[in-house]
């Protein structure tokens, strides 16, 4: 006979006041070009006794690229790269999440 394990699980929802999306992409091997996305929601399921069994789910706005250059975000923005007009938000699912060390999680999901 097998003793039930508690969870302790708490719902924690994204601040948009204190978070944000950033991303780094290498230009032509010389530069590095960074943005972020201003607009994210969402919410993590955390359970507190195994972290490996929480949840992520997470919506980005994708009006909201910024990489300080106008032109460049415009472009970003069109069909040729998110095509907003058509696909205004992206999201991210966990599938699982991988304990790297003590400290360090990963979670794999789908975008």
Do not use: C
């Not at 924690?12 to 972020?36: K, P, Y």
């Amino acid at each position: 006979m097998s003793t039930p394990t508690a969870t302790t699980l708490s719902t924690w929802t994204i601040d948009q006041a204190h978070s944000l999306a950033e991303f780094s992409v290498r230009h032509m091997m010389v530069s590095t070009t960074r943005g972020q996305f201003e607009t994210i929601e969402g919410a993590l399921q955390i359970d507190e006794t195994d972290l490996t069994n929480s949840t992520v789910d997470v919506t980005i706005d994708v009006s909201t690229i910024t990489t300080r250059d106008a032109k460049r975000d415009e472009h970003l923005r069109s069909a040729d790269f998110f095509d907003v007009a058509n696909f205004p938000t992206m999201a991210f699912k966990s599938t699982r999440i991988e304990k790297k060390s003590d400290e360090d999680y990963l979670a794999h999901g789908d975008l």
